[in-house]
């Protein structure tokens, strides 16, 4: 493991035994996390994954996605490598309707094709190596499995003004950004088709009523084809691939 992963992962392991609130645990504000969790409400909605198919939350953290999913009706898995985020996640499944697991996403501790979904929201940045988790990713997926990672848009101005002030002190950047293009090519690589590119918008601290017009169809859509504002406004992408 990389200097800049096992900082990584020993944030996590205080964010667990540090905060209280759940958007906390995985370094998240309560608005990127709400806006995450209804995006994936969203695509559980319109079909992505089906009912009743068995589902890994690669990076866990708390447990949102993984309670989320077993309410819906799916047996979901949830993995993390930080065992107090663990701890976390089972103590707020009292009944243990899922099962929680320790592992790393460089070696997923399962067979190959034992998952027909998978969800990894939050990794990919605090990862050196992002392609090595793709392909154990498209290793544990059964043949027209689902997966849906998520990536930093480096194109944001804010994620351009962190590597930049980084660049200018000569010190590393605390995140690793990906462009989605760079993962749909690396998804290819890996036997991953890419079917679906997702902008996971988020309002300046600034003007926090805009998160309610971000839920409305037409405002999405006004700005997604808005010259310059769908390359620069998201602040993570979501990409949805499905294995050959």
């Known amino acids: 493991m990389s200097t800049f992963e096992q900082q990584w992962k020993g944030r996590f392991e205080r964010f667990a035994t540090r905060h209280r609130a759940e958007h906390l645990v995985s370094g998240w504000s309560a608005v990127g996390l709400r806006r995450r969790v209804a995006t994936f409400e969203r695509l559980l909605e319109q079909g ?4 009743g198919v068995r589902v890994l939350d690669l990076g866990c953290g708390a447990g949102t996605y993984v309670r989320l999913l077993a309410k819906r009706g799916y047996p979901a898995v949830g993995m993390d490598y930080s065992l107090p ?6 103590a707020a499944d009292p009944a243990r309707a899922n099962s929680y697991i320790a592992g790393k996403a460089y070696a ?7 998952f027909q979904a998978l969800l990894c929201v939050g990794v990919f940045q605090t990862l050196a190596e992002p392609e090595r988790a793709l ?5 544990i997926l059964k043949p027209a499995g689902v997966a849906v990672v998520e990536t930093l848009n480096p194109w944001n101005p804010l994620a351009a003004f962190r590597r930049l002030f ?10 690793h950004y990906c462009s989605p293009k760079t993962v749909e090519q690396t998804m290819v690589s890996r036997g991953l088709r890419p079917v679906r ?12 009523g805009l998160e309610r017009k971000l839920g409305h169809s037409r405002f999405m859509r006004m700005l997604e084809v808005a010259p310059g504002i769908r390359v620069l406004a998201p ?3 979501w990409i949805v691939g499905v294995k050959a």
């Open 135 to 139: 392909g154990e990713i498209a290793r």
């Open 235 to 237: 602040q993570a992408y």
């Open 197 to 208: 590119r997702l902008s996971i918008l988020l309002p300046p601290r600034s003007l926090p």
């Open 166 to 175: 980084a660049f200018i002190r000569r010190q590393p950047t605390r995140l």
């Open 85 to 90: 985020s663990l701890a976390r996640a089972a």
């Open 48 to 51: 992505l994954i089906p009912v």
């Open 108 to 114: 997923l501790p399962f067979a190959e094709g034992v």
